[in-house]
């Protein structure tokens, strides 16, 4: 038995929940998935012809694991109790096909996936006419790589006709074939999939920080061991940003219990890691198992020595890895295998393991490496340690990926992650892989790096590789920097940033030279930089602060629609000298997160703008908030909306707004502050000099509050814009709202949208605006109007009802 086999943990000891987010088709967020049995609910549903779920993610987030999940659920019979059939796809299965090899459906069924104990036709006619008790899981629609032409699929098919099974899977997907059943399908952020046939949009998102917690006590049961970890993780926010990828989480940990295991010492890096950092660590735990325990055990074996003596290993298995990352391979033959020079020992050290795909296909026995990015790291290393690979094809898999985003750069590196946007691209291409490979050639030719890869390869050889890798990263991180298309935005000069901008940062970090962040930020043209819906997460805020670090002057920051979280946070440190606007909406940050921004913004009072809207903060950190409000003079916009602040948070964010004399717009849309918090914001409103725009919509706010908020605004000569749309507020608050109106002169824009107003109210409202010549509208959508009373509020143009 293989390591790898022997290290599978049983999924209920080690599965922990992993954040999932809905979300709409422009990729924004409709909020998160609480249970597997909700991904099938009506929630969020994007497309109602549409009949598969649609989960994306990143590498080794655990959408695999997910699926394994929810056929273990079903096994266990607490999920799905109407489904009698679940056939558990994987995509590349997909991709052994010959081009003109045709099957049928229940050939797909019953030999490539699951042979029924019963009568097959039986079964299947059973299939046919109950679809809706079959489930469908099609996991890594990103690994099929084919030049099959999807036009060429017939129209209307029978669950008889014999077709390509790609043509299969497309018409399960679409519902042209057993229409009703359960789908989900997986694969990597990016891929295109067609949106007629999505239902629901998730993104898995990782561990948050509680999640992690809960993995770190599942992984070590020892509670000595648990402390150890909490304690390494709490001292090194590298650490924990790898660690909400839960593949990278897996390496950590499993790196960690063997160094503990060998030598009573956790031999993981203490400050800024890398993914390079990771993968060289998990190598050398599978390395060790080729030397004898006890040898190993004395722990007296160096990470060089064990380098060394696994050369021949790590040739062997690095040309597996690489000739499949050329062929866009990640399933091997014992042939291929053998030929390529990979032993039966190397087999059984855990890189590889064995392929249950392809045992439905009456092969002998087939590998795979134990993840595609291992398989990416061992084909980098194999690039450099490999004697007969020239500068050139060194330099290969960066030049493979031709550019959609700036079609005068040319060819780039970074920009294989921009799949939407390249026309006349095969839906199913995915470059991932040689993503991974570029970044790790990156930190594999850095410089603290050397002296381990001096034992595997000539010196003068890495010289020359190294410098051929600077010199191309030189000159393309410049052209792709300046060639960046700006924009002018009021004081700034702005970029918006795409997800290879991403990658670019995430290979310059690997490198871990300084000189190279320099080069970067030297050439970032631009002191806006957009990176919304970039997929970023924690670990890439380490990248981002790399290069901002060394950015000269002041620098805003969007980060929203990303998946930041707290950790994320805590890597952005370096640069909060720099960022005068912190973006950060829509990254689950928590209060944890906002403690350590406000500690850093008040540190150096420059920011202008905040942007926090839909994270997950309650009342703690609205005080945090309410502190950066209060301290910072600078402090024009803060953007708090879709939180979890009540009352109490709400009163602090209100005094502070009082005692600041600069701040300008306050958006609290969707908390929960309710009459008390209107109220304090009333207090603030009475004679404020500087706030203009302020909303206090949906936050539960009925008739004493929002009389508190009229009142005060009589008071008022500051406030143009007011938001307070879905409330409680009724024809006595409207009244109070009227009484306003006739004092006020300054506010333009009211809406109280969505309330709980009549015609009584609206009528009272229209008098007022007989005294008031300044407002420019009050919307009143939405409220107990009937469409008959419409006419009475007719001659005055600035009250709108519909
Ligand atoms: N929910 C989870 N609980 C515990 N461990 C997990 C979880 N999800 C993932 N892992 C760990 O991460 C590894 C990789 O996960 P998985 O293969 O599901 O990722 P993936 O998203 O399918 O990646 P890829 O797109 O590269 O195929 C798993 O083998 C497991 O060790």
Redesign the pocket.
Known sequence: MSYAQKEE?LLKD?????LMELVNEAGESLGTVNSLTALFDESGVVNDDGETVFVC?????????????MQNLWATEEFFEDVKFLFRFRCRTFCCFKKHESICLKDLLFIFNCYPDQDPEEVFRFILQFPHTVFFTF??F??IQSDFDQNSIPEVSSPFCFTHPLGLLMHLLSGKLLQGSKKIL???TGTEVSRKVIRKKIQ?K??SPE?LQK?TR?FFKDQMFQKLVFNHLEANPSLCSLCS??????IIFKSFEHFHFINDSEQLPDCSVTLTDIFLLITEVFLDRSVKTNLVRKGTRSQTETFKSGKEILLSLGRVAHHGIEKSLYIFEQDEINSLGVSKKDLQLGFLRTSQEYRTRALDSTYEF????LQSFLAALFLIISDHISTKELLKFFSLCTDGEISHVGIFPFSCLRQNQVRDRSPFQNNEHLQFTNLFLCGLLSKTKQRLLQYLVLPLVIKKKRRALREYLTNTVKSYLRNLPHAKFGLYKWVQAKPQFVWMLRCIYETQSEKVGRLAAKNLCANYIKLTFCNACSADCSAMSFVMYHFQKQLALDLDNNNINDYGVKELVPCFSKLVVVRLSVNQVTDNGVKVLSEELKKYKIITFLGLYKNQITDIGAKYVASVIEECSSLTCVKIGCNRITMEGGKSLAHAVQKSRTILDVGMWGNKIGDEGAKAFADALKNHPSLTNLSLACNSISTDGGRSIAEALQQNTSVRIFWLTENELNDEAAESFAEMLKVNSTLRHLWLIQNKITIKGAMCLREALKENTQISEICLNGNLLEEAQFSLLEDEARIICF
């Open positions: 943990m080690t599965y922990t929940n992993n993610g990143d590498a080794g987030v655990g959408k695999s694991m997910l699926i394994q999940k996991d890594g990103d690994e997986t694969a990597r898995l990782g561990f999640n993995y599942l990828i839960p593949l990278f989480c897996w134990f993840h595609v990015t």
